[in-house]
């Protein structure tokens, strides 16, 4: 499915429904380049979730995770794994098999480590229409 947003609020939305709509041990490829608005989108799916906590991109942490909402969610940000090795040390298996909601930001950086049943989100931008615009796909 291809999605068109016009605006921040748009992509947070979109987000918000995919949240709400998310089962147990789904797992969220998520990718775009810097600025596309990932952490915007996925802060939309915790509140599709019911999570109230602040949700930010855990850069320097790779894994955040919150358990209030109606599932728990597991929100990843890979940028910085140097080595597939370093998710094995945080024990990603858990995560990524488990009965919450993964989201990681930079999967395309782990790809062998994704299971089979991931689905891939693509945040893309296009400044002829527009500086708020996202193309997002989500297959």
Same mark, same amino acid.
């Given at each position: 499915m291809i999605y068109e947003t016009f605006s921040a609020e748009e992509t947070y939305e979109l987000?918000?429904?995919l949240g709400q709509n998310a089962k147990p041990g789904s797992?969220? $490829?998520?990718?775009g380049d810097l600025g596309v608005g990932k952490t915007v989108f996925t &802060?939309?799916?915790?509140?599709?979730?019911?999570?109230?906590?602040? /949700?930010?991109s +855990? !850069? %320097? !942490? /790779?894994? &955040?995770?919150?358990?209030?909402?109606?599932? +728990? %969610?597991?929100? %990843?940000?890979v940028y910085r794994i140097g080595d597939p090795e370093e998710m094995e040390e945080i024990g990603y298996e858990d995560y990524f098999y488990?009965?919450?909601?993964?989201?990681?930001?930079? $999967?395309?950086?782990i790809e062998e480590l994704m299971p089979e049943h991931t689905v891939t989100v693509t945040i893309e931008k296009n400044p002829e229409k527009? %500086?708020?615009?996202?193309?997002? !796909? /989500?297959?």
């Open positions: 987000g918000k429904e797992v969220y $490829a998520l990718i &802060q939309g799916v915790a509140a599709g979730l019911e999570i109230k906590e602040h /949700i930010n +855990p !850069t %320097f !942490t /790779i894994v &955040q995770v919150y358990e209030e909402g109606k599932l +728990p %969610f597991y929100h %990843f940000d488990g009965e919450g909601v993964c989201f990681v930001e930079w $999967a395309n950086l527009g %500086f708020d615009y996202r193309k997002i !796909t /989500i297959e």
